[in-house]
């Protein structure tokens, strides 16, 4: 009986710190837990746009100058300062309706080109169309634009290698939602 409830305190202690461990490797992500998650960098136009937006936040926090204190300066200068004021404003409401975004992944594989496209704004709408051509052939692919949580996408286009002949392609994707537009442009070499 001695020896049994001694080998019964082993497995108790063995099993607590194997539920300890597995607790421990859970809260603090790791194996067999933990899992590879890929991390994605910022695509340039993202980060001008970051850029842009943090610029515009900055801007809207600081008060105007009153056109008492812009006339207090040399008319001149007064008068530049509203102009730029002026079209700083007209450029923000346009971009507000311009559409930007970035061809994510081009690649051929299996026979197949395929072209993804990442638009940065979240459009609930809208169709891409995806023109490829040389020379004088050219195909024409459609898809339905899909709303991400944060931004948005093509449906994908994928076309057959039996479809293109050896050479440089041209790739033209257009997309548009709502009366936006955005134009991505890139090339493809098919051997």
């Known amino acids: 009986m001695n020896k049994n409830k001694k080998l019964l305190i082993k497995m108790i202690i063995l099993l607590?710190?194997?539920?300890?461990?597995?607790?421990?490797?859970?809260?603090?992500?790791?194996?067999?837990?933990?899992?590879n998650r890929p991390v994605e960098a910022p695509s340039v136009e993202k980060q001008v746009k970051i850029e842009e937006q943090a610029k515009m936040e900055t801007q809207t926090d600081v008060q105007p100058e009153t056109d008492q204190k812009m006339e207090q300066r040399s008319p001149e200068s007064a008068e530049r300062e509203k102009e730029k004021t002026n079209i700083d404003q007209i450029e923000g409401e346009k971009s507000q309706d311009k559409l930007?975004?970035?061809?994510?992944?081009?690649?051929?594989?299996?026979?197949?080109?395929?072209?993804?496209?990442?638009?940065?704004?979240?459009?609930?709408?809208?169709?891409?169309?995806?023109?490829?051509?040389?020379?004088?052939?050219?195909?024409?692919?459609?898809?339905?634009?899909?709303?991400?949580?944060?931004?948005?996408?093509?449906?994908?286009?994928?076309?057959?290698?039996?479809?293109?002949?050896?050479?440089?392609?041209?790739?033209?994707?257009?997309?548009?939602?709502?009366?936006?537009?955005?134009?991505?442009?890139?090339?493809?070499?098919?051997?």
């Open 16 to 35: 607590s710190l194997i539920i300890i461990s597995l607790a421990v490797a859970y809260y603090n992500d790791l194996w067999p837990f933990s899992y």
């Open 100 to 191: 930007t975004g970035v061809i994510n992944y081009q690649q051929i594989i299996d026979q197949t080109l395929r072209v993804r496209i990442t638009i940065d704004q979240e459009l609930s709408s809208g169709v891409c169309r995806l023109t490829i051509s040389k020379d004088d052939k050219s195909i024409v692919k459609r898809a339905n634009v899909v709303a991400n949580p944060s931004s948005s996408t093509c449906q994908g286009f994928d076309v057959s290698l039996s479809e293109l002949e050896s050479g440089q392609w041209q790739i033209e994707i257009v997309i548009e939602s709502d009366e936006k537009m955005l134009t991505l442009k890139s090339s493809q070499e098919v051997k």
